[in-house]
Antibody, heavy 120, light 107 residues
Framework: EVQLVESGGGLVQPGGSLRLSCAVS????????MNWVRQAPGKGLEWVSY????????YYADSVRGRFTISRDNAKNSLYLQMNSLRDQDTAVYYC?????????????WGQGTLVTVSS | DIQMTQSPSSLSASVGDRVTITCRAS??????LNWYQQKPGKAPKFLIY???SLQSGVPSRFSGSGSGTDFTLTISSLQPEDFATYYC?????????FGQGTKVEIK
């Protein structure tokens, strides 16, 4: 069974940093690209970042580029999102999502999400 | 970026009704269109890929159609567990973008 479990969310002040983690199981992690997607309270879904299985290809949304860093450790079956210079508008539930084995942005499986609140 | 526009934003329907949700892309995306279902407080669930292919385990009352810029999600006979918010998403180009969502409520 595919499982994705996010952690690391919490309350942080504007300008602060936070590191999210996503622990996965039930599939060969290194064979799949991974994504972070967020959802502000009461709002829709917003794609944040993508990383390929080998970490050779990385993309970011314009809204986070230069502030967020996606990474993965295939030996630990874990995905990460380092978030710096956080802003009020970064407040959201952050989901990790597994891409399809053929690549692209078809998001087959999602974690339960972790809430990040940016507030003073 | 490709803009995705869903209509309606919300709808009220009864169990057994046929429901259709429309998604329009701001440019031609071929069949690179996916649909997700999200219930309150839960993660999105993947339903349909390639505009019309059902993900394994998704009930056959769900169907998708369309290509180019215009797409539809149809629920042939609405069930109590189908009341949720539905999102379309284009996977044609980076960044992948979602529609604003369509909330299906109980009439």
């Amino acid at each position: 069974e595919v499982q994705l479990v996010e952690s690391g969310g919490g309350l942080v002040q504007p300008g602060g940093s936070l590191r999210l983690s996503c622990a996965v199981s039930g599939f060969i992690f290194s064979s799949y690209n991974m994504n972070w997607v967020r959802q502000a309270p009461g709002k829709g879904l917003e794609w944040v970042s993508y990383i390929s299985g080998s970490s050779s290809t990385i993309y970011y949304a314009d809204s986070v580029r230069g502030r967020f860093t996606i990474s993965r450790d295939n030996a630990k079956n874990s995905l990460y999102l380092q978030m710096n210079s956080l802003r009020d508008q970064d407040t959201a539930v952050y989901y990790c999502a597994r891409g399809h084995s053929t690549g692209g942005y078809r998001l087959d499986d999602w974690g339960q999400g972790t809430l990040v609140t940016v507030s003073s | 970026d490709i803009q995705m526009t869903q209509s309606p934003s919300s709808l009220s329907a009864s169990v057994g009704d046929r429901v259709t949700i429309t998604c329009r892309a701001s440019q031609n995306i071929g069949s690179s269109l996916n649909w997700y279902q999200q219930k309150p407080g839960k993660a999105p669930k993947f339903l349909i890929y390639g505009a019309s292919s059902l993900q394994s385990g998704v009930p056959s009352r769900f169907s998708g159609s369309g290509s180019g810029t215009d797409f539809t999600l149809t629920i042939s006979s609405l069930q109590p567990e189908d009341f949720a918010t539905y999102y379309c998403q284009q996977s044609y180009s980076t960044p992948p973008t979602f529609g604003q969502g369509t909330k299906v409520e109980i009439k």
